[in-house]
T-cell receptor, first 117, second 114 residues
Framework: AQSVTQLDSHVSVSEGTPVLLRCNYS??????LFWYVQHPNKGLQLLLK??????LVKGINGFEAEFKKSETSFHLTKPSAHMSDAAEYFC???????????????FGKGTLLTVNP | NAGVTQTPKFQVLKTGQSMTLQCAQD?????MSWYRQDPGMGLRLIHY???????DQGEVPNGYNVSRSTTEDFPLRLLSAAPSQTSVYFC?????????????FGEGSWLTVV
């Protein structure tokens, strides 16, 4: 069975400093992994996704994530935080099974990112 | 191109009332789904559909009903609302259920059952 663990429920950074949001996953197959962002009272927006191509994935707004199979991790990073990055971030895993299985996305419980001026 | 549109955005229901959350997409996506989001729980799948006329249960289907008569629409029905159904509901769609296709989410419907 697949699972996702976001290691921090809350991360606080200062504007201009690096961001690291940690995600570990468990999967029986070759997974696809996603990061979504949710601003207050808004829907979820895709930041980036990994689907077995390059292990370093670049997303929107300067975010990137590295897939590390040996560590079963998919941490999200950004070199310099901006006030507009304050939001909740979700790590999501989907197993790649025969016939596909997009409908069985498993969400982490979320990491709330606070950016201080 | 509106993407995924959900209505209503906010709703208060009394216990035992019924209502329908509407979801429509204009991207000709085959795959649509409903999730509920509760504090500290992430998103959990309620029901999904892989095409018109085809629906199936997700992780937390009890108390909810769905149908898919057209490609565009995927309404979620609460048959007899309970306080445990107080949540934020998200509709999502994707071109395919195959892994790797991006899933697009609506902006959410905040439901309170009193």
């Amino acid at each position: 069975a697949q699972s996702v663990t976001q290691l921090d429920s809350h991360v606080s950074v200062s504007e201009g400093t690096p961001v690291l949001l940690r995600c570990n996953y468990s999967s029986s197959y070759s997974p696809s992994l996603f990061w979504y962002v949710q601003h207050p009272n808004k829907g979820l927006q895709l930041l980036l996704k990994y689907t077995s191509a390059a292990t370093l994935v670049k997303g929107i707004n300067g975010f990137e994530a590295e897939f590390k199979k040996s560590e079963t991790s998919f941490h999200l990073t950004k070199p310099s935080a901006h006030m507009s990055d304050a939001a909740e971030y979700f790590c999501v895993v989907s197993d790649m099974k025969t016939g596909g299985s997009n409908y069985k996305l498993t969400f982490g419980k979320g990491t709330l990112l606070t950016v201080n001026p | 191109n509106a993407g995924v549109t959900q209505t209503p955005k906010f709703q208060v229901l009394k216990t035992g009332q019924s209502m329908t959350l509407q979801c429509a997409q204009d991207m000709n996506h085959e795959y649509m789904s409903w999730y509920r989001q509760d504090p500290g729980m992430g998103l959990r799948l309620i029901h999904y559909s892989v095409g018109a006329g085809i629906t199936d249960q997700g992780e937390v289907p009890n108390g909810y009903n769905v149908s898919r008569s057209t490609t565009e629409d995927f309404p979620l029905r609460l048959l007899s609302a309970a306080p445990s159904q107080t949540s934020v509901y998200f509709c999502a769609s994707s071109y395919s259920q195959e892994v790797g296709y991006t899933i697009y989410f609506g902006e959410g419907s905040w439901l309170t059952v009193v």
